[in-house]
């Protein structure tokens, strides 16, 4: 069974702040890597995904991840908050499908981010 | 605009009655999975329909239940509500052969059950 852990519960950052928020998991298998947004009141937004080869993978509104395999790790990174980033951020994970088939996410317990302006 | 539609948005629910969520998938998605919510917690997985079949299961009773139609929307049915139900039902879509290009996630269906 595959489980996501976000040790991160709430972080509280100044505007210009840099910004890391951890995920590790755990699967024996080969997984894809997912990191959502929930701004408040908004339904879960991607952010940014990883499949397969370059391990650092780039997302929308500045934010980049680094797939570490050896560390089980997947960590979000932007190194400059904005106000408008205040939000909770999920780390997910699956585990990769050789037939193509959706293979069902498993999330971690999100990590609260405050930015104070 | 998220592209998955549910319905209702807010639903007030007594201990031990039934309730019946909604969703319809983003254009083009044939692949329905409905997640669970609770306070505080991320969204764990309930259950998914390809082609009108339950595919695969998450660890919750067998009180929880779905269905897809043709058109490949799906309902959430729940039976004998517990208070522990009280949480936010996502509806997650996708396409099958490409699902490893992830979902897209409705806003949800806030369930309280008094």
């Known amino acids: 069974a595959q489980s996501v852990s976000q040790h991160n519960h709430h972080v509280i950052l100044s505007e210009a702040a840099s910004l890391e928020l951890g995920c590790n998991y755990s699967?024996?298998?080969?997984?894809?890597l997912f990191w959502y947004v929930q701004y408040p009141g908004q339904h879960l937004q991607l952010l940014l995904k990883y499949f397969s080869g370059d391990p650092l993978v780039k997302g929308i509104k500045g934010f980049e991840a680094e797939f570490i395999k050896s560390k089980f790790s997947f960590n979000l990174r932007k190194p400059s908050v904005q106000w408008s980033d205040t939000a909770e951020y999920f780390c997910?994970?699956?585990?990769?499908?050789?037939?193509?088939?959706?293979?069902?996410?498993?999330f971690g317990s999100g990590t609260q981010l405050t930015v104070l302006p | 605009d998220a592209g998955v539609t549910q319905s209702p948005t807010h639903l007030i629910k007594t201990r031990g009655q039934q309730v019946t969520l909604r969703c319809s998938p983003k254009s083009g998605h044939d692949t329905v999975s409905w997640y669970q919510q609770a306070l505080g917690q991320g969204p764990q997985f309930i259950f998914q329909?390809?082609?009108?079949?339950?595919?695969q299961r998450g660890n919750f009773p067998d009180r929880f239940s779905g269905h897809q139609f043709p058109n490949y929307s799906s309902e959430l049915n729940v039976n004998a509500l517990l208070l522990g139900d009280s949480a936010l039902y996502l509806c997650a879509s996708s396409l099958r052969q490409v699902a490893n290009y992830g979902y897209t996630f409705g806003s949800g269906t806030r369930l309280t059950v008094v």
């Open positions: 329909y390809y082609e009108e079949e339950e595919r």
């Open positions: 699967y024996g298998g080969t997984v894809n």
């Open positions: 997910a994970v699956n585990a990769r499908a050789a037939s193509g088939s959706a293979r069902q996410l498993t």
